[in-house]
Each structure stands twice: as structure tokens, then as C-alpha cells.
């Protein structure tokens, strides 16, 4: 029924649309002289349109949210005071779940009670008589409003200004929510760490050299949670992704930006940026299944030992996927660089070389070192590369040869399997993840302020 509620709305608004530009261009009359008008037609019809669609809109997630909870009376005034006194809120929900089966003629496996049969006759009756009573209220309130704004468009009447108000509060509702949503998340993993606290000690946990959690029953936080070996892995492939990626990443917008030609960078740009489309899993099964064996092989024939799930496998792997993120932040800044700059120097007898490394560079830099923070805050929020890839040992050694475990890694094995959530072996990932992202913030914020900063700004 909502599904085809709101296709009946969007059909109404689509018509209060052409209704509000049809008597708008009456208004303006056959020569469709807008000089009379004080906005353009389309604004008049998308006033009409407004008016007919917000306040059912409205009105239709408002009953939405309002409809269970009166279901929900409904149903339970059915129930015998004494059952419904001894059941707790799991048993009312599996109630409600069985009376909402019967209502639906699906039925349940075992014979209902009597008074689950009138409950759910009762809940079906409130049911049809409500689904019809919502979709005449929306309507009405769509056709009210569809004639309300029709009375209103007149030539004079600023249409555009209210348009443009109502299209400003949408924007800053949409923000809002991208803020709140920020916000939540964060709340919800810094009230979950300090649960966690409560068990472990943050010097130890920040502090601590020996990653190794006990899993118990008893809700007590056994074995040793220290950070820093999963921090260290972290920083380790972090490092090895960005020396893989920032120079080839740098050669590739330099190139683009200096040397190829439109028609090479036109097709040569796009497929690049390709592997940015590829999904995190892909590059982590192929790290796993051929740049892993590979490094193994090629230390077998020198002499090394090289582990096939290792930082360095990881970082590397990691590296060719933050690659189109590097040249493509650096390309666009490059190029923003004006061409009188470069005029000048090549004016003076400078090559195109010299001109691109003492003139183009130095006027970019800042920028550029911007798109490197923001690619370190990319890596070291990896996942699934580093849990493929690492090899998932969290111990604190310096030798990218070998097997490593990150903060990413350890959350995906806190919270995967049959686990208590309420136990400090599984509330330590949101620990984790608030140090991750206090850390991938911080970057940001250098990132942002170097930028803002030490830009340069041409006419």
C-alpha cells in the first residue's frame, strides 16, 4: 500500500507541476512574456509541486511512525491481563510477531491461543481500515495543497524566492544529517571504549608492547591488550603503501599534466582511475594469490627470506590501489598551477624540466602534500587488503619481510565468530576503532590546514 501511495503522490506532483507552469505562462500570456512574471515559469511550477508533496510526505512518514505503536495497543488490549503481566518484552515481540502471521493468513506452526485469533482479527481490521484512511488523508493533503498553491501563483508573487528557501533547508537538513550521523558514530564507539576501559587500563592498552587476548566466560579481560604492535603493523604497511604510491602516483600527474598529449590524457586519466573502482577484495585475493608468492619467489632466488603474507606483500599491494588517488589529487592541482608561471620560466631560458621542478612544483607542493596526507589517512584505514595479505602475527619486530597485524585486522577478528558483546574481548574493537579514527582525523586535519594554509591563490 505505500509502495503504491507514493507512486499515486509522485504522479500528483508531477501533474501539480505542469498545473502551476501552465498558469504561469497563461499569466505571462501568448507571447510567454516572463517580463511580467517575478520568476521564471518553472519556478511557479515547482512552488505548486512543493506544496503538493511536502505535507503529504510529511504526513505519510509521520502516520508510518506512528501506526506500530498503535498496532502494538491494539493487539495487547486483546491480550488477558494476567498473560500479559508475566511476559517480558522478548515474549510481547514474539507475540506480536505470531498475531501479525495469523493477520496475514500465513498462520503459525502450533495451534494459536483464543485470544491471539482475536487479537490478530482485531489487527487486521484496524489494519484495512487504516491503510484506506492513510491514503485518503495523503491525498487530501496533497490535493489541498496542490490548490492552495495554485490560488497563489500570480505575477507578482516570488515564487523563486520561496522555491530557492525551500531548496536551502533541504541542504542544511541533508548536512545535518551527514553531521549527526558523524556524530552518533563516534558517541557510539566512545561510550563502547570506555566500557572497555572499565576492564583494561588505557596506559596499558596504549601503552603496551603484547597483543595477545584472553577469551573467557567470565567477562573479565584476560591476557595482554597492547596497542602498540597492532599500531606499529599499521604505520609499517601504511609506510611501505606510500612509498609504492607516491612516486609513481606524482610521475603519473606530472606526465598527464606536462608532457602528454589531450588525446593520451583524455583515455590515459579514466583508465587510471579505474583501479580506484576496484573493489578492496580484489586487490586483497590477488596480493594473496600472486604478488605474495611472487616476493617469496624472487627472495628465494637471492638468498631472503621472504614470507608470501607479509607487511611488505600488503603495503605493496595497497600502494598500487591508493595510486590513482595520489596522481589524480596531484594532476588537478598541477594543472591549476596558471600557465603564466610557466611562460615566464621557459621565457627566461629555463627548460621544461627546470621549469617543472623549480617553478610548478614549489607553487603546487602544498597541495600536493595535502593529497599525500589524505592518501595516508586511505591506507591506514584499509581492511580487507591488510587481513589478506599481512598475515595477521601481532608482534612488535621492524622487518617488513615478515608477518604483521594491523588495527584493521584485529577489529575484523574481535568481532567475527560467536562473540559476547558486552565482554572486553569484543569491546576492545571499538577501542581500536576510535584510535583509528582519532588518527586518520588528525591527518585530515593536517591535510586541510597545510592546504588552506599554504596555497597559493592566482587571478
Known amino acids: 500500500m505505500n509502495l503504491l501511495l507514493?507512486?499515486?503522490?509522485?504522479?500528483?506532483?508531477?501533474?501539480?507541476?505542469?498545473?502551476?507552469?501552465?498558469?504561469?505562462?497563461?499569466?505571462?500570456?501568448?507571447?510567454?512574456?516572463?517580463?511580467?512574471?517575478?520568476?521564471?515559469?518553472?519556478?511557479?511550477?515547482?512552488?505548486?509541486?512543493?506544496?503538493?508533496?511536502?505535507?503529504?510526505?510529511?504526513?505519510?512518514?509521520?502516520?508510518?511512525?506512528?501506526?506500530?505503536?498503535?498496532?502494538?495497543?491494539?493487539?495487547?488490549?486483546?491480550?488477558p491481563a494476567a498473560t500479559l503481566a508475566s511476559m517480558d518484552q522478548a515474549s510481547i515481540e514474539v507475540l506480536m510477531n505470531r498475531v501479525k502471521a495469523i493477520a496475514s493468513g500465513f498462520g503459525v506452526t502450533d495451534q494459536p491461543a483464543v485470544y491471539e485469533l482475536a487479537a490478530a482479527q482485531q489487527l487486521a481490521k484496524i489494519q484495512t481500515i487504516g491503510s484506506y484512511a492513510k491514503f485518503a488523508v495523503v491525498l487530501c493533503a496533497a490535493i489541498v495543497g496542490l490548490i492552495w498553491a495554485k490560488k497563489?501563483?500570480?505575477?507578482?508573487?516570488?515564487?523563486r524566492n520561496k522555491v530557492e528557501r525551500v531548496i536551502n533547508i533541504a541542504l542544511a537538513l541533508c548536512s545535518g544529517v551527514a553531521i549527526l550521523t558523524t556524530l552518533g558514530i563516534v558517541m557510539s564507539m566512545f561510550s563502547e571504549a570506555l566500557r572497555f576501559f572499565s576492564f583494561v587500563s588505557p596506559l596499558d592498552f596504549f601503552f603496551g608492547t603484547e597483543w595477545n587476548p584472553g577469551f573467557s566466560t567470565s567477562g573479565s579481560a584476560e591476557g595482554?591488550?597492547?596497542?602498540?604492535?597492532?599500531?606499529?603493523?599499521?604505520?609499517?604497511?601504511?609506510?611501505?603503501?606510500?612509498?609504492?604510491?607516491?612516486?609513481?602516483?606524482?610521475?603519473?600527474?606530472?606526465?598527464?599534466?606536462?608532457?602528454?598529449?589531450s588525446t593520451l590524457r583524455s583515455w590515459a586519466k579514466p583508465a587510471i582511475e579505474i583501479l580506484a573502482g576496484i573493489p578492496t577484495i580484489v586487490y586483497g585475493v590477488f596480493a594473496?594469490?600472486?604478488?605474495?608468492?611472487?616476493?617469496?619467489?624472487?627472495?628465494?632466488?637471492?638468498?631472503?627470506?621472504?614470507?608470501?603474507t607479509s607487511a611488505l606483500t600488503a603495503g605493496f599491494v595497497m600502494g598500487i590501489m591508493i595510486i590513482p588517488f595520489v596522481s589524480s589529487l596531484s594532476d588537478d592541482i598541477i594543472t591549476q598551477v596558471p600557465r603564466a608561471l610557466r611562460d615566464g620560466s621557459l621565457g627566461l631560458g629555463a627548460t621544461k624540466s627546470e621549469t617543472i621542478l623549480q617553478v610548478v612544483i614549489p607553487a603546487a607542493l602544498p597541495g600536493i602534500i595535502g593529497a599525500f596526507l589524505l592518501a595516508a589517512s586511505r591506507a591506514i584505514g584499509e581492511t580487507m587488503i591488510v587481513v589478506l595479505a599481512a598475515g595477521n602475527?601481532?608482534?612488535?619486530?621492524?622487518?617488513?619481510?615478515?608477518?604483521?597485524?594491523?588495527?584493521?585486522?584485529?577489529?575484523?577478528?574481535?568481532?567475527?565468530g560467536d562473540t559476547d558483546f558486552a565482554s572486553p574481548q569484543a569491546l576492545v574493537a571499538f577501542a581500536l576503532g576510535l584510535t583509528l579514527f582519532v588518527i586518520t582525523l588528525g591527518l585530515n586535519i593536517v591535510a586541510l590546514y597545510?592546504?588552506?594554509?599554504?596555497?597559493?591563490?592566482y587571478e
Not at 602475527?393 to 567475527?416: D, F, K, M, W
Open 393 to 416: 602475527s601481532p608482534l612488535l619486530h621492524a622487518n617488513p619481510l615478515e608477518a604483521v597485524s594491523t588495527v584493521t585486522i584485529t577489529i575484523v577478528n574481535q568481532l567475527t
Open 6 to 79: 507514493i507512486g499515486v503522490l509522485l504522479a500528483l506532483i508531477a501533474i501539480a507541476y505542469q498545473i502551476g507552469l501552465s498558469k504561469s505562462r497563461s499569466l505571462a500570456g501568448k507571447g510567454n512574456n516572463t517580463a511580467v512574471l517575478h520568476s521564471r515559469p518553472g519556478y511557479y511550477g515547482a512552488l505548486v509541486a512543493l506544496w503538493c508533496g511536502i505535507p503529504a510526505f510529511l504526513i505519510l512518514i509521520v502516520w508510518n511512525l506512528v501506526e506500530p505503536n498503535i498496532l502494538k495497543h491494539v493487539v495487547l488490549d486483546q491480550v
Open 450 to 457: 597545510i592546504v588552506r594554509k599554504y596555497r597559493e591563490q
Open 152 to 159: 497563489h501563483v500570480a505575477g507578482q508573487y516570488r515564487a
Open 288 to 308: 594473496l594469490m600472486v604478488i605474495g608468492p611472487f616476493f617469496k619467489m624472487l627472495g628465494e632466488m637471492v638468498g631472503i627470506n621472504i614470507n608470501a
Open 224 to 261: 595482554s591488550y597492547g596497542l602498540l604492535p597492532l599500531l606499529w603493523g599499521t604505520l609499517m604497511v601504511s609506510a611501505i603503501a606510500l612509498l609504492v604510491a607516491v612516486p609513481i602516483g606524482l610521475m603519473i600527474a606530472i606526465y598527464l599534466a606536462e608532457y602528454a598529449s
